[in-house]
């Protein structure tokens, strides 16, 4: 008779465990709150670029919601993959919607207003994103978790977006140069495509936790 015994959980995996969920939870918080802001702003300003940049904060709390789905699993590693195809979807979907949405600005169909709330809003996002994609980055790393790495990213793709948006906004509002904003939104479009085929393909991460953690053996090793 064969099998194996699940050797138990080391501490310091339960903490970046818990860890990566509160940052997930932190996460999905300040996006639910900039999605409503953004896409009233957007909305009464007739700011394609604002009602597009909450779009995108509703597609990160997607993303964050695989990760929470994912670490409330006993064995968090077994929903890895799905949550990594969940994260590519929205990837992808990022660069469609910025994309389509980069093009109706440029060709006139739409046009946006002065938004001083849509550029504080920016700001705010600018300083928040970024610590916490480098913190929920840095936990994925030590945990071995490819789907973390990648939502990690997906946090660090909303901090480029907001710094688009605030260009296109400022420049309008100093300028009246309203084809900035879809230009520097479509640089967006091409780190939202890499980092969505490294998710799909899984390439975030190639050590599971379980090896990290001393529960099984590399592949490969004899």
């Given at each position: ?14 903490v ?8 997930v939870?932190?996460?999905i ?12 702003a ?7 670029a ?28 077994t ?8 994260i ?7 660069a ?8 109706l ?7 946006a ?18 610590a ?5 980055r ?17 946090t ?6 907001s710094?688009?948006?605030?260009i296109?906004?400022?420049?309008n509002?100093?300028?009246?140069w ?11 479009v091409g ?10 393909k ?8 379980s090896?990290?953690t ?8 004899d």
């Open positions: 008779m064969t099998g194996t015994t699940a050797l138990p959980v080391p501490p310091r995996t339960r970046l465990r818990r860890r990566i969920r509160l940052i939870a932190a996460t918080t300040y996006n639910a709150i900039e999605a409503v802001v953004a896409i009233t957007g909305t009464m300003a007739s700011s394609a604002l009602v597009g940049f909450g779009l995108d904060s509703i597609v990160e709390v997607l993303s964050a919601a695989a990760i929470a789905w994912q670490f409330t699993a006993k064995d968090p590693e929903r890895e993959r799905t949550a990594l195809r969940v590519a979807i929205s990837f992808f979907a990022l469609v919607y910025v994309t389509i949405d980069a093009a600005s440029l060709t006139g169909v739409r046009e207003e002065h938004s001083p709330v849509g550029i504080v809003l920016t700001v705010i996002s600018l300083l928040i994103m970024p916490l994609s480098l913190a929920e840095r936990t994925g790393q030590e945990l071995g978790s490819a789907s973390a790495i990648a939502d990690s990213k997906q660090l793709i909303c901090a480029y977006l710094a688009a948006v605030l296109g906004l400022l420049l509002t100093l300028f009246g309203t084809w900035a904003d879809p230009i520097a939104a479509l640089v967006v780190f939202a495509v890499k980092e969505g085929l490294e998710a799909w899984g390439d975030s991460c190639t050590v599971p936790v090896v990290l001393g529960e099984r053996e590399p592949e490969g090793d």
